[in-house]
């Protein structure tokens, strides 16, 4: 068991190595600038999804402002950037803390709620924050949309040409940043200590864990990632609108993480890449702006109907299923046991555990 | 400083929003108390039914009339509801997550509809005929017959949902499925019929609510949205557990939100509503009327 959770972890690392190379090489290859344009929202995306990730999948908050604190960056930055005329690399920081302070704002009755109201207080704050956008145009051009925000810079080169180059490495590194952060806070003692609270609020507490205070940092934590994503979607587009707030923007974000399955971090981060390429190559399609989200809201039904670990959660126990079955016949739901176990890594086994506990 | 016509203007107006309100977040708290869910597609099933009574009445140039505008869009919503019970909800009843996974579907069903009745009307705006046409003067404001008829409306439609769920065989058994569903299911209470009936009636109210307020609003595919939300925050503040506080809560917020718009502006107030709601939240958990609910 310890030898093959081994290997599976160094197979882990390569497949991660040649995925980051492959990153890292695809404007070489990929010179058009509406498929760089692409890759970049994928990336911008994925790091919305991926930490979402963190509060929805880890630590179990029914965070449905998500969304909304990527919103408070988009437009956190995009002020203090054209207003303001603070450097946009700098904004695009206040972006991130901007986010972690409306994720703060939330905390404070969310993280002493229970279930639906966790729900209802953080899609009433996500309308709140669209309608104060929407209020205040002369600050932030209401439904119109903020145009003309500034863009990054750097000595000597000019980010608007290039096809997007520049914009790309900068999203690239912005998703290697987050995703290695996410990974880093959720294997830590505060990532346990959040699924613990997850799995069993009554014992965790009872252990001594802290849990309104585990919850803010929850939440303040992947506000943060989602805030920078939306200060680099605004200084990379530079126009920002109240859209982002809109219901099928969660529901595509959502979509995202769902189809990812919850609770991997790599797994909302992929299927945000996936689902961002479908989705915009079907929005060009005449006509079906409408129609891909229906095709996203039929999705993230199926999706929670027969597949509600995600998606890419059926991959490794099909192959494995397959596997069992080439080397030998054992009883039927031993082996299928078995090949779940050993498919998925030592933490998912973890959390299988804590399911089957009481709750 | 507030005269007896500004008085008379904030009541008369918050009464009205009140009584939208409350047809609309009875709809979802009745959804509630029985299953334990909250439907997001409430405000979208609003939003459907002002709009097939819209085809219904006004286009093509069927012009049958409100009343059969009415009958139809109630008959459609019934089935939607039972769909929506059927395909979303059902599937997840033994679930461990009940309540987000169904948050999601729900969502999920919202955008789809919303999206798909922007396909199917387009996004230009329309208007319902009014049921009363001319004005009518409540103490010292004068205000729209439509208006009036809405104040008039809900509290017939509340009071009959009441006398329902109270008096008859079907809607006691609502309420003893939504105490407690196994028990229910002991004495022999066909607990998924009910459920079914709870997601069909509560449709209904959700259409009704948008055939009342499709005359006094424009109709867009987003016209369900802001009541939704607004029905979102009456049920925290008023509590899920139970439709009366559910209703007064409403009220309530009818009011808060006339008078708020008269003396911040109406660019201010849904902040104070959204601070005042945290406060709430911060002392009182539960909802500022509720009891403590699952």
Same mark, same amino acid.
């Given at each position: 068991?310890?030898?093959?959770? &081994?290997? /599976? ?5 390569? +497949?991660?190595?040649?995925? #980051? ?34 509060? #929805?999948?880890?630590? &179990? ?22 207003? +303001? ?53 002369? #600050?932030?051009? &209401? ?129 945000? +890449?996936? /689902?961002?390429?479908?989705?915009? &190559? ?32 059926? +991959? ?8 069992? *079955?080439?080397?030998?016949? *054992? ?6 046991? *078995?090949? /779940? ?19 | ?27 979802? @708290? ?26 219904? @009445? ?39 997550? !009940? ?11 919202? !955008? ?31 205000? @729209? ?96 557990? @139970? ?52």
């Amino acid at each position: 068991m310890a030898l093959h959770d &081994g290997k /599976l972890r160094n197979s882990k690392v390569w +497949l991660i190595g040649v995925l #980051l190379i492959a990153g890292l090489l695809v404007p070489i290859f990929v010179q058009d600038s509406y498929l760089r344009h692409l890759f970049i929202i994928s990336f911008v995306y994925g790091i919305v999804a991926a930490s979402w990730d963190l509060s #929805l999948g880890y630590a &179990g908050i029914f965070n449905f402002a998500h969304v909304a604190f990527f919103g408070v960056g988009v437009y956190a930055t995009g002020l203090t950037a054209k207003l +303001l005329g603070i450097d946009p690399w700098a904004a695009m920081l206040i972006g991130g803390v901007a986010a972690s302070a409306a994720a703060a704002i939330v905390a404070l009755p969310v993280v002493r709620l229970q279930g639906v109201y966790v729900v209802l207080v953080t899609f009433a704050f996500s309308q709140l924050v669209m309608q104060l956008v929407i209020n205040q145009s002369n #600050l932030t051009g &209401g439904t119109q949309g903020m145009v003309r925000v500034p863009t990054i810079w750097l000595p000597g080169y000019n980010f608007l040409r290039d096809y997007k180059l520049g914009y790309y490495y900068v999203a690239l590194g912005l998703l290697v940043i987050t995703t290695v952060c996410l990974r880093w806070l959720v294997r830590s003692d505060f990532g346990l200590s959040i699924r613990a609270l997850r799995d069993n609020e009554d014992y965790a507490v009872s252990r001594g864990i802290p849990i309104a205070w585990q919850r803010l940092k929850a939440l303040v934590a992947s506000a943060f990632f989602t805030g920078l994503a939306g200060g680099f979607y605004v200084v990379y587009l530079r126009v920002a609108s109240p859209e982002v707030f809109d219901f099928s923007t969660v529901s595509l974000i959502l979509s995202m993480v769902l189809v990812g399955g919850t609770s991997s971090i790599y797994g909302p981060l992929f299927a945000a +890449l996936f /689902l961002t390429f479908i989705s915009e &190559g079907l929005a060009s399609i005449n006509n079906f702006a409408e129609g891909r989200f229906m095709l996203v809201a039929l999705a993230m039904i199926v999706v929670l109907l027969f597949f509600p670990k995600g998606l890419a959660s059926a +991959l490794p126990a099909i192959l494995a299923k397959n596997a069992n *079955q080439k080397r030998s016949r *054992q009883p039927v739901t031993a082996s299928a046991d *078995q090949a /779940l176990m050993t498919s998925t890594d030592k933490e998912n086994e973890a959390e299988a555990a804590s399911h089957s506990g009481v709750r | 400083m507030i005269t007896s016509d500004i008085l008379s203007a904030i009541l008369v107006s918050g009464i009205v929003l009140g009584s939208g309100y409350a047809l609309m977040a009875s709809g979802l @708290s009745l959804v509630w108390t029985t299953l334990g869910i909250f439907n997001f597609a409430h405000g979208v099933l609003m939003t459907l039914g002002a709009y097939i009574a819209w085809t219904v @009445s006004d286009a093509a140039g069927l012009n049958f009339g409100l009343g059969l505008a009415i009958a139809v869009s109630a008959a459609i919503m019934i089935g939607a509801g039972i769909l929506i019970e059927r395909v979303i909800v059902r599937p997840f009843y033994d679930h461990r997550d !009940i309540l987000l996974v169904t948050v999601m579907t729900t969502l999920a069903a919202m !955008i789809f509809m919303q999206k798909g009745i922007q396909l199917i009307w387009g996004a230009r705006l329309k208007q319902l005929a009014p049921i009363a046409t001319g004005n009518v003067q409540i103490w010292q404001t004068t205000i @729209s017959a439509q208006e009036a008829l809405i104040i008039v409306v809900a509290p017939l439609l509340l009071g009959a949902l009441w006398l329902f769920l109270d008096r008859s065989r079907t809607g006691r058994g609502i309420r003893a499925v939504g105490q407690n569903p196994d028990a229910a299911r002991l004495i022999g209470i066909d607990v998924s019929r009910l459920f079914i009936i709870t997601f069909a009636l509560s449709a209904v109210l959700a259409g009704l609510t948008g055939v009342l307020l499709g005359s006094i609003r424009l109709l867009t595919p987003e016209f369900g949205s802001e009541p939704l939300v607004k029905a979102l925050i009456i049920v925290i503040f008023g509590g899920l557990g @139970s439709l009366g506080g559910t209703v007064v809560a409403a009220y309530l917020m009818g009011l808060l939100e006339a008078a708020l718009v008269f003396f911040v502006g109406i660019y201010w107030a849904p902040s104070m509503i959204f601070l005042l709601l945290i406060l709430v939240l911060l002392i009182r958990p539960q909802g500022l009327l509720g009891k403590v609910v699952r």
